[in-house]
């Protein structure tokens, strides 16, 4: 059985997809043994309800120190769903190959520093971009910068607004995410 922490910071409807599909088997042989908030949010209560150990460790300059004190040494993924803090260089270093991130667009595009969730949505409508979509991808200490590991895309209307595109991008990672996951745990290819 494998080992994943999964990192949140907002609603966790990614979370909540990733705990339905090890329920259901689309994701194999894994479980989460922890789940970390750098904030209260409603993916911290998400976890509660599904009984799996959660914590909340304020975001800031100690949270990578923190997060790196209760993670499990025997996890085998660290999976950022909704997570919005950047973890310091010496943590990817450490769970290198081992840490995977989901981005609301497709990256390169659309990627880096304050870019993340409206942001992004805001920014593709105003660059008028044909499409958009979702990348999950490693984590290393570039932000948004390590290899993609899958991607999906769509095609941007005239009448999306930022709302319509997170909505979008949401299906889009609900698809992909839990495949992304099964691919570097069990080397399920896609
Ligand atoms: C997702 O769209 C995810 O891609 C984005 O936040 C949303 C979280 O939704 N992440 C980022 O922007 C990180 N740069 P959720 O809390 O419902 O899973």
Not at 2 to 23: A, F, H, P
Not at 145 to 164: H, N, R, Y
Request: aromatic share 6%; glycine share 8%.
């Amino acid at each position: 059985m494998k080992n994943i922490v999964v990192l949140v910071s907002g609603s966790g409807t990614n979370l909540q997809r990733i705990i339905d599909t090890i329920e259901n088997g689309e994701i194999r042989d894994a479980e989460i043994s922890l789940v970390v908030a750098d904030r209260e949010c409603y993916g911290l209560e998400r976890a509660k309800n599904q009984h799996i150990e959660h914590l909340l460790i304020p975001r800031g300059r100690n949270f990578s120190s923190e997060l790196g004190r209760v993670i499990p040494e025997n996890t085998d993924l660290i999976v950022l769903a909704g997570f919005l803090s950047i973890l310091k260089p010496e943590f990817c270093e450490k769970w290198n190959g081992k840490i995977i991130n989901i981005h609301p667009a497709l990256l390169p595009k659309f990627g880096g520093k304050g870019m993340w969730g409206h942001h992004v949505h805001h920014a593709v409508i105003e660059a008028g971009e044909k499409e958009s979509g979702a990348t999950v991808h490693f984590v290393t200490s570039g932000i948004d910068e390590g290899e993609a590991i899958l991607q999906k895309s769509f095609t941007v209307t005239q009448d999306d607004t930022p709302e319509t595109l997170a909505e979008k991008v949401h299906l889009i990672e609900y698809e992909i995410f839990p495949k992304a996951i099964n691919k570097v745990l069990n080397n399920v290819s896609i």
